[in-house]
């Protein structure tokens, strides 16, 4: 029996699982990381926390499970994607805080780069709308910003990645300065239908192309690594993929039509379009979802960025609740959201609205309102976000989606799973496997081990899923979608 140790890293915290060669979880550890928030809008992480954190889950894994470590047939790797980090090339420490994807201090140059005409040719070069949600906005404040990481840039002495190509760096000791093409697709420096680094988006975001990783195949091999002495001997790192690409592939979505939408920190909903890249004619931006022995398959997404942020927000700015876990029993101890709607615009709104400015607001509320109803109408508004990508998705695709795929801690909370169903209006398939994003990076491991030899291989092993159905009346959605409709339009 073959082993797969993979790492999760997330926007919150950083997870190791290790997994049998069929997918089985055999052990999990995680560790949060802090949120480091500079001024309203910015977000950043500690890069050298994380890599700390890293080697905790692993060592953690390894001193439960000598044995299965010791029979270990790589390391595979899943990660937040936008997030960018700017590190010494000798080194490996990082030259600033990691900035994230939430982050919208990229938000002015944006605004620029549209005025000035440039979203048309980035959309039709990436795929991508022009948003600080991506990497290179980032980049470009960085290097405007801190002039002692720009000349060191400059000279060759730093580097940029994601935190894919951080983690690589570190745990092959500088040997290998690489990313995959899932990941490299969300910088806004890549060419998403030549497959390579692009020099006019590098120029323009004032990114020197000396300063990116190699781009590989997800199943390549990323060298390999002894976890900073945890390992008895070096294990090849192989599957590497950004964690809603990731996820993506672990719910068998190889061919066009098929979609999955992963609840987490924010909600991604990919939908497979296949072997030919093209660009949304609406709000949705266009994905690689993976690239497999040199044939890139590519996915409509829609991005969400609060969705259980938002009980998080609750919980740690107001104080509404106590944990996460409250949450599902307190919606339900009323019978409806008694006309309210929370709109978490807290990073602006992205798909299909595209408002950076929009601000976050709970609307419908009277002296009726409890705490209970606020509480339902931040889980609801899960669902409600998640029907509006879906919407702009079935226009742009002509697909109908008679189901949709789903992954993340939150697919625990029955309350929001069987109202996205209703809302949405398709079949809602929940992975009994939360761990989704690290079971596709370590089913990119099995293909590039060669423990899998194609895509029917791991379309064989096994998947169990729970179901939940639509059963709302119509008239009901249509009454709590047109209200969701109109609190979104006071927002913007």
């Not at 980032?138 to 910003?145: G, I, Q």
């Not at 690239?291 to 259980?308: C, D, H, L």
């Not at 919407?391 to 189901?403: C, G, P």
């Not at 092993?461 to 959605?477: C, D």
């Amino acid at each position: 029996m073959s082993f797969i140790l993979a790492i999760d890293q997330s926007t919150s915290a950083t997870k190791a699982v290790l997994f049998d060669a069929r997918g089985k979880v055999l052990d999990k550890a995680s560790k949060a990381h802090r949120q480091i928030y500079p001024q309203p809008g910015w977000v950043e992480h500690d890069a050298e926390e994380i890599w700390r954190n890293v080697l905790a889950v692993i060592r953690e894994i390894a001193n439960r499970n000598p044995k299965k470590i010791s029979k270990l047939a790589g390391l595979s790797l899943a990660n937040q994607r936008e997030t960018v980090v700017v590190f010494d090339r000798a080194t490996g420490r990082p030259l600033h805080n990691a900035i994230v994807w939430q982050c919208r201090r990229g938000t002015p140059i944006c605004e620029q780069l549209r005025a000035r005409g440039h979203g048309n040719f980035i959309r039709q070069k990436t795929g991508l709308m022009v948003d600080t949600y991506f990497s290179a906005p980032k980049l470009k404040w960085l290097v405007a910003e801190k002039l002692g990481i720009a000349a060191k840039l400059r000279s060759g002495e730093a580097v940029i990645g994601t935190i894919d190509t951080f983690l690589i760096h570190r745990l092959t000791g500088g040997k290998v300065f690489a990313t995959d093409f899932t990941n490299a697709s969300r910088t806004m420096l890549f060419d998403i239908g030549k497959l390579r680094w692009d020099e006019k988006l590098c120029r323009l975001f004032d990114v020197p192309m000396r300063a990116l990783p190699e781009v590989r195949e997800s199943a390549a091999r990323f060298g390999e690594t002894d976890a900073d002495g945890i390992f008895a001997k070096p294990v090849p790192i192989v599957g590497v993929m950004g964690d809603s690409q990731a996820s993506l592939f672990a719910q068998h979505c190889y061919r066009p039509g098929a979609a999955k939408a992963t609840f987490g920190t924010g909600t991604s909903v990919l939908l497979n379009i296949g072997h030919k890249f093209h660009v949304s004619e609406r709000g949705a931006v266009t994905a690689l979802a993976w690239v497999w022995q040199g044939k890139p398959t590519y996915a409509f997404e829609g991005i969400i960025n609060f969705s259980a942020a938002t009980i998080e927000w609750l919980k740690n700015q107001l104080g509404m609740i106590g944990s996460a876990s409250e949450v599902e029993k307190l919606a339900l101890s009323v019978q409806d959201n008694g006309g309210v709607y929370l709109i978490p615009a807290f990073a602006g709104l992205s798909a299909p609205y595209w408002a950076p400015d929009a601000r976050a607001a709970i609307v419908g509320m009277s002296g009726f309102t409890k705490r209970e109803h606020i509480v339902r109408a931040a889980q609801e508004a899960i669902a409600y976000q998640i029907r509006d990508v879906l919407d702009m998705m079935r226009e742009n695709s002509n697909i109908k989606l008679r189901h949709l795929h789903a992954d993340g801690g939150p697919t625990r909370n029955q309350f929001i799973m069987q109202f996205t169903a209703d809302i949405t209006g398709a079949e809602l398939k929940v992975s009994e496997v939360a761990e989704s994003s690290a079971w596709g990076a370590a089913m990119q491991g099995l293909l590039g081990l060669g423990l899998c030899k194609s895509l029917n291989d791991l379309a064989a092993l096994p998947r169990k899923s729970k179901s939940f159905r639509p059963h709302m009346k119509a008239t009901e959605v249509k009454k709590f979608h047109d209200g969701w409709k109109q609190a979104v339009k006071r927002v913007l």
